[in-house]
Each structure stands twice: as C-alpha cells, then as structure tokens.
DNA sequence: AATGAATGAGCCTTCATTCAT
DNA sequence: GATGAATGAAGGCTCATTCAT
C-alpha cells in the first residue's frame, strides 16, 4: 500500500495518468512548503505540464486540495470500515477503530500529514458543507456501530461528546508527532499498546473481573 | 484568567498599551480568517493603528505572529509548572499535566486556537530554531520530573517516545474538538475524566489493587 | 542606426514586440527619471501593458535594468570589433577604438546615457559577475589586439592600467558632457579631433620624424 | 590630507562634532550601499544618534546629499585653484588642473567617489540650480584663466566646447577606474603622464620645434 | 537640542486565473 | 485537450518625515 497504489485504486486508467501525477506532486509541494506557500506554477513546474492543464483538470487551487483532502478521506474510510466489518465485539470494535487509524497514517504518511493541515483550510473554502456532511454521517455510522444493540454496555458510563477523543487522542496524537519527525518509532510498532490505552480509558471503571 | 490578562500579564505598563492592541486584534483575525488570509492591512484597521506601527513593534508579519505564539507558549508552561509544582507522587503529576491542559485550553480558548494553526507556520518560519529548542528543553524537564528517584516505578512498562502523548493525547482531541464547535461541553467539566484515562493509559497493568 | 533599429536587431520578431516596447519605454523613463525613481507602475503606464507581463519578461526590476545594460554592452561590442576588423596598424587601432566609441554614442545617445547611469546599479545587483566576467573578457581582447606581434612596438613606454583611459577618457568625457546638454557639438564632429589627441597621447615621445 | 581633515577644515569647532561624524557616516554608507539604498535609519545606527538629530542639522536626505555634494565640490576647487595660482604658462596651468584633479582624487578618495554617483541625483533635486550656477561659475573663471592676454595662443585650434574635456578627461577616466578598484597604481603615480597627455592633445600640431 | 514612536503613501512583487491560439 | 502569455487586484514591507515629549 504506497502513495501510488492510493492513487491507482482511486483514479485507475491511463486517462487519469495526469491526473494522479498532478494529485501526487501537488500533495508533495502541499506538504513542504504549506498550502498557501505553494503556488499553482510551482506545481506545474514539478509536473512538466502547463498551468492551463491543472486548471482542466481541477477547477482552480481550492478543488485542486479539496480532491486531494477527500480522496484521503475516503482512502482512510474505506480502511476504517473493512476493519470494523470484522469486528463483533465492542472491544474488538474499539482495536479496529484504532488499529484502521494507525495503520493508515503509517501506510500513507503524505497523505495523513495533509489531512492535518489541509482541515482548516477545506472548513474556510467552498467545500466546507460537503465537509461538514461527511463529519456527520460518519459520525452518526460510528455511533450506530458503538450503540448497536448486539453490543453490551461496556461504554454506558462515558458522555457521547468525549468518547471519540478518548479512543482515538493518544493515536492521533502519536500519529502527528511521528509526522513531525519528533519520534522515530513507527506507529503500528505501538498499534496494540494504543489500541489497549483506549480500551481501558473507555471501558467501565471496573477493568478486572 | 480572561485574554487581556494573559497580555497585561505579560507585556505590562502604559508603553505596551498598543502592543497589546495589536496582540489582541491579529489574535482575533488570525484566528477568524486563518494567518495567511489575514492581512497586515485588517489588523492594522482593527486597531486604528498605521502599518508602520506594526513593523515598529514586531518586525513583519512572522514576527508577529512568533510573538503571539511564544507568548502562548510561556503562559501555558507557567501554569503546568504551578500545578507541577503542588505534585508529590506520579499519579498526582499526570493529573497535574492534565488538568493545567485542560484549564489553559479553558481559560484562553483564543490563544489556545492560535497554538495549533500556528505551530506549522512557526516550524517553517525564522524562528523554527527557537521552537525546537524550547521544544527540547520543555521534554527534558518533563522527563526529568517523570523519571524523577522519589517517583515509583509506575511508568516503567511505557515506551518513552509514546509517553506525551498518551498522557495529553485524549485531553488534546477534545479541546481541539471543542474549539472547533463541533462539542459543547468545556473541557473543564471532563478534567477528572480525561486525567483518569491518562492514568489509566499508562499506569502498569494491574489496575484495580 | 536608431534606437528602434537597435532593439529590432538584437530581439527580431513579433513575439518579441512587447519586449521591445518594454524596453524602450523603460530606457526613456530610466534615463529621465534615474532608475530608482522609475517605478513599475510608470512603465506599465508607458506601455499600456500590465505589470505581470513586464515580470513575466524581465524577471524583476534588476533584470530589466541588467537586460537594457547587457543589450547597449553588446551593441557597443558590436560596433568596435566591427571598426577594429578594418584596421591593420596600431594607429588604426587606436582611431577605431575611438571612432566607435563616438559613432556608437552618437548614434544611441540614450543607450549610452543608461550605460553610464545603470553601471554601478548593475555592479551591485545580482548581474555583477556577469559584469565582471564581460569586462575581463573585453579587456584581454582589446589587450590581446593591441599586443599582436604584427603591430609595431609604438606603445612600449605606455603603462598597461594608463592605457584604456589615454585611449578613450577625452571622447569618453566629451560625451559625457554632450549627453547631459552642457555642450552642443554632436560627438562625430570631433571624432578625428578625438582620435588625434588619443593617439598624440599614447604614441612614443618622438612624434615628428 | 586625510577624510577627518577634509570635515575638520570645512567644519571646525567642537559643536559642529555630531554634524562631522554625520557626514562621515553618511560618505561612507552613500559609497558602499549607494545614495538611495542607503536609509536614514542606517545612518542613525551608524552614527548612534536619533533620526531627529540628523533632521535637525541637514533638514531632509537631499540636504544631506547636497552637503557633501558642495563640500567636495568646495574642497577640489580649493585645492585647484591654490595649483593655478603658481602658474604662470599655458603648459604650466594644463599640468596644475591636471596635478590639482589626480592629487585630490588620491587624497580624498571617498569623497570623489561620491562625486561621481552624486552629480546626477543633485542634478536632479532641489539643489539644481545652485549646481548649474557653480558649474557656469567654475568654467568662466576657467576659460578666463586660460584666454588671459598673457598667455600665448597655444590652444587657438581646439574648438572651445572640447576643451576641458581633453583636458580632464584621460585623468577622469583613470581616478574612475582606480576607485572602482579595476586596477591598482594610485592616481598621482601617474600624475605627471596625464598631464603631458593632456598637454599634448591640447597644444597646436607643431608638437616638436 | 535630542529622541524615537508613529505615520502612511507608495513601492516591488506575487499569483490565481483567464483566454486566444 | 493543451498551452503559456497576459492580467491586475492585492499583499507585505519600506522609509522619509513629523512631532509630542
């Protein structure tokens, strides 16, 4: 699972071969330099095309990381939800929600270190109500799949509002620290550890019985 | 705690009184509209000030925006280390780290905002070196304080590199989830249960004796 | 040999039309105005252009100054070789390096007026080495030319740093004075008069027999 | 004859310290930087005065300008007429203007020099007309000189207009490159060459009788 | 006389975007 | 579809000058 492949599965053909190259050196420029730092002629100079070729295929700047941002949303969705498919009980729930969040900052880094600095921009620009949407559907699907009735009632005791924090903070956290190159070790070298840390945080007081 | 305070607290006296305007105003803008999109020329109206006065006092805009978020960054330290201050044994200082987060965040939602858009910029900017040196100085002494004889051996079992992060991770995600307006509930009123998730996250396995 | 001929012959075409207007509009307000006190905006104005084209041609203000430079350095290069291919004696020599200095300065009064003016502007900006380099160059050819082993020893007693100014000071001065108006005499009425005291100058001390 | 004495003679006195070390300052910046790189803020931090003092002593930038300008202007035509009135032939006053001009520029190194890259800018600010009434000046009391009825009628074939050109010229030339460092042996090295030079390309054919 | 904070017009430059070819 | 010259609004910043202290 590389940069490329993300980008074949989403955008396969050889008619998208512009397309995925552009996504691929404009997701580079947007991660080194910032979002506003980069300029559309900086992308067209890395991709060897012309700026009038960016502009066919994306619109203007704001599609140009609006597709980049949610095709990375999407990518990590899809992840999330193969992970809970296999997962029965809560418990197990709570490792896919952690594990599909660190594997896929660790299998794709470019594109976890954008969606971190490219959020506020897609809130300010034209694309923040489909943004907005997409928050509440899956939050709404999270919820569902925590409150489903198959399910005990480990997690009774925790507000609603705290509980994505609590499992996924101490993943998210690492996760951007290592991004930042402050630490070294890979987060799925610490995949079970956070994935333990958020079950016990959220599980009810009593841990062992 | 209000916004003015930290400013008057920090930069006191009649001479400062512009300084601190103009503190308080590119904080607002900064903020509202993102740092890039915010113009010398909007801060400059906001304060009924001349732009020369500006680069008078803060050099350009990275100045400025340096200024606010080391300013930021002393006033947070300053209240983690009071409350560090009042912690005798581990569990007492990872609810100190906690809940001094968790109030800061509370206290000056503004400036706590300000701290997460403007980190990345800082780290591009001129005064990257300075960052990374605090940065390093502030681990050290949190590590220093962690790891200190009187402590009990209760971190042992913990990666360092995930340490932070797992003790701030949580309270870290919720905050920023509040300041986004995406939750009600002030981080306050969870400082008891954030901090016993963190404890909870890290004490060695054998919770309930 | 007007202006416009010199700018047609160095950048022929149509493509090249508004590079051209940009540059003849540019030498006019440069030599009016002083280079720093021309602005972008007046030869924008000029030439009822917009500003990013003049950037797009010329890079930034030093390159437009540095392009007008090198174009009249050429020019003049241009005309001297050309003089110097038709002469065979050292006097020759030394009557064509200042005819075509005085033909080339009367002919393109306005280039050489900017040459003088934009000198030490361009020996302190970004071009300077490649002012050096073409003043190294040049000067080894005028060296290596009046050295050849064809022309008589008539130089010997001449010290080689005198020798550039004895040659070429008077008619150098002469225009100067002609340029900003104070005198009438176009350059070419003295050309020989000119030529005749360089060479008196320079030639051995036994000038009669 | 050194820079210090130069100011010490033109502004004696102990009150007038400040505007001397002004001055000096100010050459030196002017020179290095050029005229209108140089800011007044550069030179107040040179000076380690306030802006206010240098307002109060010159009144504007161009004050300052036209002050040195006038200064240098005063000081070689001292020097060149003190060389005048000890002589007495033709010969001898071409060889005093000539001595007077090489022996200043070797003296006064940065003044001349700021000579140079002054003309233009006095030229064209608000001290024009008090130049072009000292210029007018200067080359009366000159041409008075050198058509005294005592004088012989050497120069009757040189065309007035070219005059002072072939006179000076070949020694501007020379103190222009020497300051701009192209090349090494000091001005008066050669003061006695230039001046036979000019001699010669003044006095009538007959060179050798 | 001296100070230096404050002013603000104006400069160079950038860059997203358009559109004729 | 592709190209890249042209556009021009807007931004960061400079700096000569003023004036209250």
Not at 75 to 92: F, G, I, M, P
Request: charged share 25%; proline share 3%.
């Amino acid at each position: 699972m590389e940069t490329a492949d993300l980008l074949e599965r989403c955008y396969p053909g050889r008619r998208a071969e512009l397309k995925r190259d552009i996504f691929r050196k404009a997701l580079k420029l947007f991660n080194e330099q910032g979002i506003e730092a980069t300029t559309i002629e900086m992308i067209r100079a890395e991709c060897d095309t012309s700026v009038g070729a960016i502009y066919h295929h994306f619109g203007n700047k704001e599609g140009l990381v609006a597709g980049l941002f949610f095709t990375a949303l999407d990518d990590q969705a899809q992840l999330r939800d193969s992970y809970l498919a296999d997962a029965d009980t809560t418990r197990a729930g709570i490792y896919a929600l952690v594990h599909s969040y660190v594997d896929w900052v660790d299998n794709q880094p470019e594109w976890a270190r954008f969606q971190y600095h490219a959020r506020f921009a897609v809130t300010k620009g034209p694309f923040k109500d489909e943004l907005a949407t997409r928050n509440k559907t899956r939050n709404r699907q999270l919820w569902e799949w925590l409150s489903a009735p198959q399910r005990g009632d480990e997690l009774k005791g925790v507000p609603a509002e705290l509980m994505l924090s609590l499992i996924i903070g101490q993943a998210e956290s690492y996760c951007r620290t290592w991004l930042s190159g402050r630490v070294k070790g890979r987060p799925t070298v610490y995949r079970d550890v956070l994935a333990e840390a958020a079950w016990r945080s959220i599980s009810s007081g009593e841990v062992c019985n």
